[in-house]
Structures are given as C-alpha cells and as structure tokens.
C-alpha cells in the first residue's frame, strides 16, 4: 500500500506561484511513475505532470507547459509541482498520483492505482 499525502495549495492572484508537495511512503514496488492530476467543478479529471522513477524522464500536458515543473527528490521522498505564471483555469483540486510501468507513464486515470486526498488550489483576484 503505498500512502500520498498532498500540501502547498492555496488561494493566489493570477500571474502568482505556489509550490505543492506530496509526501511519499510505503511500498512503492510496481509503481514506477508519480504524477498530479486536477479537477475543476463540472470538468472531467485530467493530468498535468508525470515523473518516471526509473527513467527520470518528466511529462506536462500542453496547458502547463513552460509554467510548471515537476520534481522528485529521493531523499526526503517527495514529488512536487512549481507552478509559475498561474492562470484562473488553474483553478481546481490537484491530487498526487501514484501508479504506471516501467515503460512510460500516461495521462489516464486508469493508470494510477494511488491517489492522494487533493489539495485546492484557486486562482482569482
């Protein structure tokens, strides 16, 4: 079982930056990718940013490229997300994921079989 606990989220003006946290235990065996998706009333669930364990390799989806980074630290075993230049349709809950093979990681739902309980992020004046 492997335990997700997100933090850093919060409420900011556009064009502002927060920097979420996801704290990272348990038996992380077979789970080769970690992530952040979001979910903004009346939309569907999408990803924003995936890391691959092994491979180091990082993904962002097209909405956040060039204002978000993702990052992993093995030491303190954490995944973040540098969220810069952030925009009202930023708005909505973000979760850590956590899931995928050694392969690659994806953008679906149905990939992650880990989830943590989210945290709010609001962009507004």
């Known amino acids: 079982q492997v335990q997700l606990v997100e933090s850093g989220g919060g409420s900011v003006q556009p064009g502002g930056s927060l920097r979420l946290s996801c704290a990272v235990s348990?038996?992380?065996?077979?789970?080769?990718?970690r992530g952040w998706f979001r979910q903004a009333p009346g939309k569907e669930r999408e990803g924003v940013a995936t890391y691959h364990t092994g491979g180091g390799v990082s993904s962002y989806a097209t909405s956040v490229k060039g204002r978000f980074i993702i990052s992993h630290d093995k030491n303190r075993n954490t995944l973040s997300l540098q969220m810069l230049d952030l925009k009202p349709e930023d708005t909505a809950m973000y979760y850590c994921v956590a899931g995928g093979t050694w392969k690659g990681c994806q953008f679906a739902v149905e990939e992650y079989s880990y989830w943590g309980q989210g945290t709010q992020v609001t962009v507004a004046s």
């Open positions: 348990g038996d992380t065996t077979g789970t080769y990718c």
